[in-house]
């Protein structure tokens, strides 16, 4: 099995900034693409940015210029720097990773159980 955890939400003044990070612990051979995603009140998850193991990162249009998305393959993390923040990102906040497990080499995907980010106007 594997496991994701997530830290780093908290409430913010707009402009502030804050770090997320996501860990994944468990049977894992490798992991591939990790990811952030982010659910407001009332409307669908939605992509807030994602990393392969290698390749091009990939952010939503509303974040760009503002968040940075990097990872640790040796800590099996992955982080989400937010700068600029604005009440409008005020979500909870998921990781989402895709693990090839040890032992079978199968691919499946994974999701932390979310952390609250709160931007106040």
């Known amino acids: 099995q594997v496991q994701l955890v997530e830290s780093g939400g908290g409430l913010v003044q707009a402009g502030g900034s804050l770090r997320l990070s996501c860990a994944a612990s468990g049977t894992i051979f490798s992991i591939n693409t990790m990811g952030w995603y982010r659910q407001a009140p009332g409307k669908q998850r939605e992509l807030v940015a994602i990393i392969p193991s290698g390749g091009r990162l990939n952010y939503a249009d509303s974040v760009k210029g503002r968040f940075t998305i990097s990872r640790d393959n040796a800590k099996n993390t992955v982080y989400l720097q937010m700068n600029s923040l604005k009440p409008e990102d005020t979500a909870v906040y998921y990781c989402?990773?895709?693990?090839?497990?040890?032992?079978?080499?199968?691919?499946?995907?994974?999701w932390g159980q979310g952390t609250q980010v709160t931007v106040s106007s």
């Open positions: 989402n990773a895709y693990v090839v497990a040890l032992g079978t080499l199968r691919t499946q995907g994974y």
